[in-house]
């Protein structure tokens, strides 16, 4: 009935042993707990069987002491060796039996902790996971705060500054170009923002178009070359792609905001010496690289550079402008192009920042017409057309009206989608339509359908501040010309009218 009863019981394995360290009995669980059959421990030693080599003396000097004191050996976790040598911790208890008075045992009753510590390592790093996670979180949104109120700070303050005080015209350009420069910061954190979110809701997709790569990195390089410059820093560019090999089907946007990225983090972290950008084609990859003389990243940290939100640690004394955001998005949009990107750093002896892409060769681009002389402007191409803004937001109406005023024939206004599509259906002939998508009673898309009902001849022209890829699709596939997004520059609104307008 005893064996009967320790044979039926599962994940507990019960011996039993003489004074002398025999096996006397064997339950069932014990081969799954130590893989020893009750046949195979028939005449063997428990110190043989179970015992470490390095627990051998002091388990015998208690078993020992138990059976000559008739004490009982202490319950607890120890580590026992299996059939196969290796180890397993167990919980085990003691019990000394006195069997009819003529001869005693010793049965040990056993516990394998296995699964147990497993899933108490588990919790504790899921523990330490969700405490890591919270600690970002807290971080994340310190550091929102500052990204956002330092350039509101600016922004604001100079300008509280400008209307009540009368400066000389330097110190008014200084504090305008702070203001512009706060405006520009706040706008990169908050299209950082834009981006992570629509990484994480898997909105990103993939527009492919020939790109010329010797272009686009000559491109960047002219444009952050200044702002190196007032570093003092040498932007440097080495580059060993033959122009037949340049154009590849890519996503422009992405391989620039990538590289962007790079250079930017690099001028960021490099306060003496020089910035590198180097692009070449390896077998059917191209390999870029951006390399500095900057301040490098420690050891313990370079496990977390491509990390969201890293950048946020407030304990981090080398912490600089940014939302931390930059490099993740970067991972992320290399890794939908197909590529890989990686890194290697010395603490204080710069960076080098490096990613592949295929080299997936496109047709030759198709010959395009002349560029626009350098010398077009708004006036050239607008002093005789009629312009409808179509706004509801005050300030955007505003700030276009001042944009516009004096280089066009005439301006005219209306805050709804209704009113806009009365005043193309009066009759007034209506060249140009700047018509903000999100407006009331009738949205930006309808009104731009119905007015191409009517004409074809007008340039609708699409501006929202929804910073969705979908949009730009959805206003094209409106009958709108063209679309731009908020906020928009006197530099952009050129850009688009010198494509439409100059044949």
Known sequence: RFRLIFDEVENIAVQGYD???????????????????????????????????????????????????????????????KKDGTNVPVYSNFILVNVLGKYEELYRIDIDLTERIKVKEELIKAKEKAEESDRLKSAFLANMSHEIRTPMNGILGFTNLLQETTFERDKMLQYLSIIEKSGERMLNTINDLVDISKIEAGEVTITREQVNINNLMYELYSFFRPEAGQKGLDLITKRTLPEEEAIIETDHKKLSSVITNLIKNAIKYTDEGKIELTWERKENQLFFQVTDTGIGIPQSRQHAVFDRFVQADPEDVEVREGSGLGLAISKSYV??????????????????????????????????????????????????????????????????????????????????????????????????????????????????????????????????????????????????????????????????FKKHLTG
């Open 335 to 496: 890794e939908m192009l197909g590529g890989d990107i990686g890194f290697s750093s010395v603490e204080g002896n710069g960076s080098k920042f490096w990613f592949t892409l295929p080299a997936i060769r496109a047709e030759e681009m198709h010959e395009q017409s002349g560029p626009v002389t350098e010398d077009t402007n708004l006036h050239d191409l607008l002093k005789n057309k009629r312009i409808l803004i179509v706004e509801d937001e005050e300030v955007s109406d505003l700030y276009l009206t001042e944009l516009l005023n004096g280089k066009c024939k005439e301006i005219l206004h209306s805050s709804d989608g209704k009113e806009a599509l009365d005043l193309v259906m009066s009759g007034i002939n209506i060249d140009i339509i700047l018509l903000d998508i999100k407006i009331p009673k009738i949205n930006g898309f309808d009104v731009a359908r119905k007015v191409r009902e009517i004409s074809n001849e007008i340039l609708i022209i699409a501006q929202t501040a929804y910073a969705h890829e979908g949009v730009e699709k959805k206003a094209l596939t409106a009958c709108c010309n063209d679309y731009v997004s908020k906020p928009i520059s006197s530099q952009n609104l050129l850009d688009i």
């Open 19 to 81: 004074k002398h360290g025999n096996v006397c009995f064997w339950n069932q669980a014990n081969e799954d707990v130590y893989g020893y059959t009750s046949k195979e421990t028939e005449g063997k030693n428990v110190f043989d069987l179970l015992i470490p080599p390095e627990d051998k003396n002091s388990f015998r000097d208690e078993f020992n002491r138990a059976f000559k004191n008739k004490e009982q050996i202490p319950s607890g976790e120890y580590i026992m060796k």
